[in-house]
């Protein structure tokens, strides 16, 4: 391992495209050759290549991931004043869902090893107006999902899983986003899969739920200006299906690279101070972010930063002290482990372009802080 100072950034992009270069410009030279740009032919195949990758029978691709939870929110029923349980230590985007559907989030806190949803606090949030769960499959762990379910089909509520961060996650083999009555995912640049630019997707395994999601992508059309029901404009383009078909044959190396370089992190950050991830024997981790946790985070993030390593905070501010949703009435010390994980998480680069000498260097400056 070199001892001269590195630079590595965050993530790649650039890198990741020069990796793929000749199979993306193939499919976007391909796109623009058709003439064809909005729900044509290569959307129709992106979607039946997803769907039999995670082992479902449909998937419905749209715009982003947000929009992905938000038609599943439509299509589970729940409306304006309805409650939907899930966790503050998330990106927005899954509060952005329930709010434009005028749903209410409740939080409820999160499990102390995984950061995923406590599974014993979720009885003691429902009530006589919640319409669902919105489990999220943080950072490529998953979350207990038989517990989940079960505590669901006791209840009667719909179960959405937010699976923006976990493209290939399992639990106790069965791939996240098939347990629920809908699995919502991300395509954002930056996420395992990745488009180069927005899109979305939601997979489920009821025929007339994927009918109506077809629908409620596409302005609420049951055919071409005949409106059964009051949808939105949320497509995924045919240039980013194209672009999502040349890389998802790649998902699976690119899914081994990230636990590679995970399994050297576990094995070289030696310093007490930085507490490494957990992963329970029943999940397969996909890593879409290696996060340590520290009681001295923003000096240690200054600490990589000086020595050339970009390092992240997901998230700093948990979604039950956001400004934006004070009016739900949550204070601080409502949710004691998410907030302390919000002073404490941070996120080193891990993605698979890079290399074990910029792993092993990363451990190096880890273990000399």
Not at 33 to 61: M, P, R, T
Not at 114 to 132: N, Q, W
Not at 170 to 195: E, H, I, M, R
Request: net charge negative; hydrophobic share 40%.
């Amino acid at each position: 391992m070199s001892t001269t100072k590195m630079n590595i950034p965050f993530g790649d992009l650039k890198k990741h495209y020069a990796a793929i270069k000749h199979e993306i410009d193939s499919a976007v030279h391909r796109v623009l050759d058709s003439g064809w740009y909005i729900l044509g032919n290569e959307l129709a195949q992106f979607e039946k290549e997803f769907a039999a990758w995670i082992g479902v029978e449909h998937a419905v691709g749209v715009a982003s991931g947000t929009e992905a939870l938000q038609l599943a929110l439509l299509g589970a029923g729940v409306k304006s004043g309805d409650e939907v349980i899930t966790v503050a230590n998330t990106a927005v985007p899954t509060l952005s869902a329930i709010s434009a559907v005028h749903a209410i989030p409740v939080f409820v806190e999160i499990d102390a090893t995984s950061y995923c949803m406590d599974v014993t606090k979720i009885s003691a949030a429902v009530t006589e107006r919640t319409k669902a769960i919105i489990p999220v499959h943080l950072y490529g762990n998953a979350c207990n999902m038989p517990a989940i379910l079960q505590i669901a089909k006791k209840y009667k509520l719909k179960v959405i899983e937010d699976c923006a961060q976990a493209h290939g996650t399992q639990y106790n083999g069965q791939t996240v986003g098939t347990f629920g009555d809908y699995g919502c995912f991300s395509f954002y640049p930056s996420k395992n899969l990745g488009a180069f630019g927005d899109a979305g997707l939601v997979v489920t395994n009821n025929a007339d739920k994927a009918k109506e999601l077809g629908m409620l992508r596409n302005y609420g059309q049951s055919e071409r200006y005949y409106h059964d029901r009051i949808g939105i404009n949320s497509r995924l383009d045919e240039m980013q299906a194209a672009i999502l078909s040349a890389q998802l044959p790649h998902l699976n190396d690119w899914t081994r690279r990230r636990q590679e370089i995970a399994a050297i992190f576990d094995a070289n950050i030696s310093n007490p101070k930085i507490m490494t991830p957990i992963v329970c024997n029943d999940v397969k981790h996909v890593y879409h972010l290696y996060v340590i946790q520290t009681k001295q985070r923003d000096e240690l993030r200054q600490h990589l930063a000086d020595a050339g390593v970009g390092a992240q905070i997901h998230y700093p501010v948990p979604c039950h002290l956001q400004k934006a949703y004070a009016f739900l009435g949550n204070s601080k010390g409502s949710l004691p482990i998410t907030e302390k994980y919000a002073d404490e998480v941070l996120s080193l680069p891990n993605y698979p372009e890079l290399t074990d000498d910029q792993i092993l260097y990363m451990c190096d400056v880890l273990n000399k802080f």
